[in-house]
């Protein structure tokens, strides 16, 4: 007869021992199981930090479910329905249940599989109740489901006004980044044994900048309420090649596998307002990330359904450019600082996706099939849930406008407000044709150029399509436009 009734199957997304199908787990009665399959850790080319990250968290909440009593069957397979199978065969064919998976991928597997599944909790909005909320909308605007989360999570407001008199504090946090800053400390981590395996099983040498467990998430958390949280809306949208993550929480990969939970992040910076410890500006604008961001991406995914990954309304057909794979690829400071930043550390934060690298595929015509791909591979906190509508709508507008009604294209002049990268830049940003014009300036108007009938109906795009009309040095920009696009290709530009 079987020792256990149940097998709970743990995703690598799913690490919490009180959420998921962990939450009705019993150590005397289920078999905890997670798979680590070749295919996960060979099946893409991954970034090797990332990796690590996830087999690492996966085997230390393994550890940690032993020692709250679980038995624990973490098995090394071929795919995850061999490793599955593999369990069955060793422990009889018991119920398997999961929680419901974060992705239409896996929740096809699962469903092949005969695997159960169990209402996620690993956000705050329901899929359901999110899908009313879009279903009610002409357009899906963020800042609206994210006033409807204040008052249903009653966060930051007296009934249903906002505390301080406003919902949201954006136009004081635009600040660029200061002159003479004092950026606060980062907390390292310390390797255990079970890093040091997994950083040798696969070849890599870990940086010490990411937790591989629940308490070291935690301790991230602590750090960035008490070092990060005072400072981080005014200076949200800066970006400074003086420190790499200003006042960014870092939680997002913690966030991602379940490590942390949203609840317990947003509690603690509220906690943090209500003792006078960080103004209104700065904790709205961190609470509008958890309760707003977050969970409108996550909503959007589920709700706009698996084919639109496979966006490509403005028809960009370039192959994924070699500066991507390579910092050195490219003589731009901001694209080889910003992606010598991943090679490092296989994170940046919202602005440089945004506004270098998404930017950049977007103004280039690069197929977001292929910069997807490659920003899912790279990134630390990377899921298909929130790489998807965040590459695919919000950075290269591929969409054909679902998500965000405006494309985010800029040209130099902007990057060189809102960052210090210029300075040492062999282009000027002020340039659009000439030997030393910056590249995102020149492909800035060239794509405008290049889709102005599509454009031409975007009431949104109307200033920018006049600056176009205004240019004289049209003929001249085209010209500089397609040497820019041969350099970048031929990886000398
Ligand atoms: C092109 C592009 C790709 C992105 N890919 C990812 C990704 O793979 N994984 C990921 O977690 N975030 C992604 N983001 C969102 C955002 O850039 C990261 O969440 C953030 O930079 C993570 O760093 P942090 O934890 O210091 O964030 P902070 O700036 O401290 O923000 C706090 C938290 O808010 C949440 N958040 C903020 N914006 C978003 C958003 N647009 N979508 C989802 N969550 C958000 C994150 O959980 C984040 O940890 C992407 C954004 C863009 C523009
Ligand atoms: S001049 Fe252009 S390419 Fe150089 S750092 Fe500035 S924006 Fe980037």
Known sequence: MAKFERIILVAFDQLNLDR???????????LVVLIESQRMLTGRNWHAERLFFMVSSARHFAQDARERGFTVDYRQAATTPDGVRAVWADHGQLPTIAAQPASFEQARQFEALGVGTVETDFFLTPRSLFASWAD??????????????????????????PVEGRWNFDEDNRLPPPKNYTWPPRLTHQRDQIDHDVATQIGHKATDLWATTRAGALKALDHFIEHNLAGFGP?????????????????????????????????????????????????????????????YINGMYWYLGEGYKDGNGLAATRKLLPLFTDSNKTKMKCVSGVVGDIEKRAWAHHIPRLMILSNLAL??????????DWMRENFIDASQWVMVPNVIGMGVHADGGRLMTKPYAAGGAYINR?????????????????????????????????????????????????GLNRLSDLPELRLRAASVLAGLEAGTI
Request: glycine share 6%; with cysteine.
């Open 418 to 466: 809102m960052t210090q990268y210029c300075k040492s830049c062999s282009y000027d940003p002020k340039l659009r044709v000439g030997e030393t014009a910056c590249p995102f300036t020149t492909l800035y108007w060239d794509f405008l150029d290049r889709h102005r009938e599509a454009f031409a109906k975007n009431h949104r795009m109307g200033q920018q399509l006049m």
């Open 363 to 372: 103004i280039t015509g690069t197929n977001p099939q292929e910069f997807l």
């Open 20 to 30: 998921g199908a962990m939450r009705t787990a019993n150590p005397a009665t289920d």
């Open 235 to 295: 200076l949200e949208d800066a970006s400074t090649n003086d420190d790499w993550s200003l006042h960014h929480s870092l939680l997002s990969p913690y966030l991602n596998v379940g490590l942390l939970h949203a609840s317990e992040v947003f509690d603690t910076a509220v906690a943090a307002y209500k003792r006078g410890e960080a103004p209104i500006q700065s904790v709205e604008a961190f609470v509008r990330q958890i309760i707003g961001w977050r969970e």
């Open 136 to 161: 009610s909308q002409k357009s899906y605007v963020m800042e609206n489901f994210y006033r409807k989360q204040r008052v249903r999570l009653n966060l930051l407001v007296d009934g249903d006004k």
